[in-house]
């Protein structure tokens, strides 16, 4: 009776040079961008305070779509899924906007 192994052969591929130095691009670009928010966040004094949150906001935004672009595979979609995606948030952030502005109103009312 013969000895027959069921298990599957394993091929060890090299590995790939252009991807990999990509993945360190990626990671350098976001490092940047995370050492500017860093800088933005600790550096600017805090008299400019609407200016530093804005900044940092619209940082991180941009982190957030570098991110969804490369790790998501959003910038190799089709432009009508994509405007699919960014159209919705625009109306998402101009609510968020429009809540934080009715709400610095409503605390300036006196209630008491």
Same mark, same amino acid.
Request: glycine letters at 2%; zero cysteines.
């Given at each position: /009776?013969? %000895?027959?192994?069921?298990? &599957?052969? *394993?091929?060890?591929?090299? &590995?790939?040079?252009?991807?990999? /130095?990509?993945?360190?691009?990626? @990671?350098? !670009? ?5 050492? @500017?928010?860093?800088? *933005?966040?600790?550096?600017? &004094? %805090? ?11 619209? /940082?991180?935004?941009v982190?957030? @779509? ?5 790790? =998501?595979?959003l910038?190799?979609? *089709?432009? *009508?899924? !994509?405007?699919? !995606?960014?159209? &919705? ?5 101009? =609510?968020? +906007? @429009?809540? +934080?502005?009715?709400? /610095?109103?409503?605390?300036? !009312?006196?209630?008491?």
């Open positions: /009776m013969a %000895h027959h192994s069921n298990e &599957p052969q *394993v091929t060890v591929l090299p &590995p790939d040079r252009a991807k990999i /130095m990509h993945l360190w691009k990626v @990671a350098g !670009i976001l490092l940047a961008v995370t050492v @500017a928010e860093f800088a *933005v966040a600790f550096l600017v &004094p %805090h008299e400019f305070h609407t200016t530093r949150v804005a900044i940092f906001v619209a /940082m991180t935004i982190k957030a @779509a570098y991110i969804v672009g490369e790790f =998501m595979h910038k190799h979609e *089709v432009k *009508v899924l !994509i405007w699919s !995606i960014l159209i &919705p948030m625009v109306f998402v952030v101009w =609510m968020l +906007v @429009a809540f +934080v502005y009715e709400g /610095m109103k409503l605390s300036d !009312i006196r209630f008491f």
